[in-house]
């Protein structure tokens, strides 16, 4: 019987579980789903909600409406800071398997970030760092995400660019970035923490090996936090982005009209302990009431 309670598990057969929340680790109906979301109680995945905010450019973007050359390009570049900043603030606490970001506009799916650790453990720990820091001056909120795999919550026909639904759609249409820029980050999270790469390369993954690298880990962590501040607006990464060729057909892809100016993302002091965003945390409390 057991088995056959498996079988259908997270399966649109599942009466009792929500299969897209299962999946996607969200649903559109949210607390009002019939099904159960239970948030895993640890998972190497952590869901920061809403976290990226979309500026109208992107929001056009995500809607599939003709945006202009520069617009695009800000918004790129917009993004690019975002990611960066997220990608190296999350690698101190371990090593990142992945890091990806909705274009969704979906209410439930809207500026998702989703960080998939190689280890529970270093999931835990950054969920223990973060859970009471605010990001742009608000809160972030932090849950374990059951997804496990990205590749089946991403939509598939807007991968092949035929996706109907547009920004609106259930499943996930990630923000671009480019593959190169990405490498970039991969190998400086490698460079400034040796300690993950070289458990890789071993292939030692016993639980043991990973709580021994999670505890080498922090004193390192602080020695280079200083480093790598320096090292973000290096000049490699500056042409990684600049001459990546990748990142020019991303633009292509879009096509041109209007004309919209976008705001910098400011990279200083974005990380704040919670206390500095309760002002802006009561405002959205009085807008869901
Ligand atoms: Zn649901
Ligand atoms: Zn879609």
Known sequence: MAGGLERVYGTEEDKVNCSFY????????ENKCQRIHSI??????????????????????????????????????????????????????????????????????????????TSELFAESCFN???NLSYENRPLQMEYSPVLDFSSAKCKQYIDGTCQRGGACNYLHLKKISTKFKKSLFNQMYEEHPEYREKKEKEVNTEQDIVMMFRKSPKKNKKKEK????????????????????RQKMINDWNETGIQNVSQAQKNDVWKQYACSSLYSQSIDENKS
Not at 22 to 28: E, L, N, P, S, V
């Open 129 to 131: 760092a973060l859970q």
């Open 22 to 29: 299962i999946k996607i680790g969200a649903c559109r109906y």
């Open 227 to 246: 480093k790598s501040k320096k090292k973000k607006s290096s000049s490699s990464r500056e042409s990684s982005r600049r001459n990546s060729i990748e």
């Open 40 to 117: 895993p109680p640890i998972s190497q995945t952590i869901l920061f909600k809403h976290m990226y905010q979309n500026s109208p450019m992107e929001v056009a973007i995500a809607s599939g409406n003709a945006v202009s050359q520069a617009g695009i390009e800000e918004a790129l570049e917009k993004f690019e800071n975002f990611y960066e900043d997220v990608f190296l603030k999350l690698a101190e606490f371990g090593e990142i398997e992945d890091l990806i970001v909705c274009e969704n506009i979906g209410d439930h799916l809207v500026g998702n970030v989703y960080v998939k650790y």
